[in-house]
T-cell receptor, first 108, second 119 residues
């Protein structure tokens, strides 16, 4: 099983600032089968990024993602009020599909 | 509009069974696989497995073999999750999530179904 470890656990920032979220995998994730999703309180998760760096339909370009191997990053270039949420990384290359424990992005 | 619409919240007693329905709207269920994901209260996301909707063949994560069954209601364009012998630890929100045809990413999620197990 590929274990995903996200950091930091909580990130406190203000609107307009840049957010950088990290995810480290216990084993190499091949074929770019890596995603990020966003979850707001009381809502279902929403796909943000798939294939390591591709934005899902309707996701604004302030969400940028990169990475390879075992290290992956999600950057939100300029935070909007609606971006404060929990973010999960996910690998779907090898079963079982696994998620990171989440990074909570909170308003400073 | 493409969406997944799940059945409503349920309160069940320990030992009972429950079925969660996930109806596909705006597309044909059998064109895309369906994943199931569990989220216990205040916790993260846990993949339960998926079902190939063109064949009906399910695959379960180890923790979900035995009491959890994925099935299809083709006429209703829906995927179902049945949980038997419910335990308090099964209290969670259960999500269905579509498997994208090209990328395999979880591209569309249902709104979630809260299952509460309590005596």
């Amino acid at each position: 099983e590929i274990v995903l470890t996200q950091s930091p656990g909580t990130l406190s920032l203000s609107p307009g600032e840049r957010a950088t979220l990290s995810c480290r995998a216990s084993h190499t994730v091949n074929n770019n089968r890596f995603a990020w999703c966003q979850q707001k309180p009381g809502q279902a998760p929403r796909l943000l990024i798939y294939g390591t760096s591709n934005r899902a339909t309707g996701i604004p370009d302030r969400f940028r993602a990169s990475g390879s191997g075992t290290d992956f990053t999600l950057t939100i270039t300029r935070l909007e009020p609606e971006d404060f949420a929990v973010y999960y990384c996910q690998q779907y290359e090898i079963a079982p599909v696994t998620f990171g424990q989440g990074t909570r992005l909170e308003l400073k | 509009q493409v969406q997944l619409v799940q059945s409503g919240s349920e309160l069940k007693k320990p030992g009972a069974s429950v079925k969660v329905s996930c109806r596909a709207s705006g597309y044909s269920l059998t064109s895309y696989g369906m994943n199931w994901v569990r989220q216990a209260p205040g916790q993260g996301l846990e993949w339960m497995g998926w079902i190939a909707t063109n064949t009906g063949n399910p695959a379960y994560a180890d923790a979900f073999r035995g009491r959890f069954v994925f099935s299809l209601d083709i006429a209703g364009n829906a995927a179902d999750l049945e949980i038997s012998s419910l335990q308090a630890e099964d209290t969670a929100v259960y999500y269905c999530a579509r498997k994208n045809l090209f990328s395999d990413a979880f591209d569309i999620w249902g709104q979630g179904t809260m299952i509460t197990v309590s005596s």
